[in-house]
């Protein structure tokens, strides 16, 4: 499932051309890996229309497709930990705006709750070829 993205300076449309073959479920069982594509930022998150605060287009269409990628996992239990590490495409973008809106995509996939992730760890390296996001959980239950 492509996500198609508006451009708000040029107002031009382009799709994510990574086909779902490239993202999902890598593993599952006491750790889940995915590799998933790279959200939009968090300054792309939120969108006023009408005096109200929405989430954008952009937002939910990254949502629905980690939805659709990782719909075979099972949220764990209790308090979880997550790595994320972000390969992005070009030297753009502050880790932590991507955080936002990826964390928020794997509510209910690898989490009941945002309030479940008690452990994060974030890291962002480059990568032209293959951006990409590549998440590790775990049960902060089953290591303690």
């Given at each position: 499932?492509?996500?198609?993205?508006?451009?708000?300076?040029?107002?031009?449309?382009?799709?994510?051309?990574?086909?779902?073959?490239?993202?999902?479920?890598?593993?599952?069982?006491?750790?889940?890996?995915?590799?998933?594509?790279?959200?939009?930022?968090?300054?792309?998150?939120?969108?006023?229309?009408?005096?109200?605060?929405?989430?954008?287009?952009?937002?939910?269409?990254?949502?629905?497709?980690?939805?659709?990628?990782?719909?075979?996992?099972?949220?764990?239990?209790?308090?979880?930990?997550?790595?994320?590490?972000?390969?992005?495409?070009?030297?753009?973008?502050?880790?932590?705006?991507?955080?936002?809106?990826?964390?928020?995509?794997?509510?209910?996939?690898?989490?009941?709750?945002?309030?479940?992730?008690?452990?994060?760890?974030?890291?962002?390296?480059?990568?032209?070829?293959?951006?990409?996001?590549?998440?590790?959980?775990?049960?902060?239950?089953l290591s303690a």
């Open positions: 499932m492509p996500i198609k993205k508006t451009r708000a300076r040029t107002g031009k449309t382009t799709t994510n051309i990574k086909t779902s073959d490239e993202f999902g479920v890598i593993s599952t069982g006491s750790e889940v890996v995915l590799k998933l594509p790279v959200p939009p930022s968090a300054n792309r998150y939120w969108r006023t229309f009408n005096g109200r605060v929405t989430v954008s287009a952009e937002a939910s269409a990254y949502k629905s497709e980690v939805g659709w990628l990782c719909s075979q996992v099972q949220p764990f239990a209790g308090e979880v930990a997550v790595s994320v590490t972000i390969y992005r495409a070009r030297k753009a973008g502050d880790l932590d705006n991507y955080l936002k809106v990826l964390l928020d995509a794997l509510k209910g996939i690898l989490y009941p709750d945002d309030s479940a992730v008690v452990e994060i760890q974030a890291f962002r390296e480059d990568d032209k070829s293959d951006p990409r996001v590549m998440v590790t959980a775990w049960s902060k239950e």
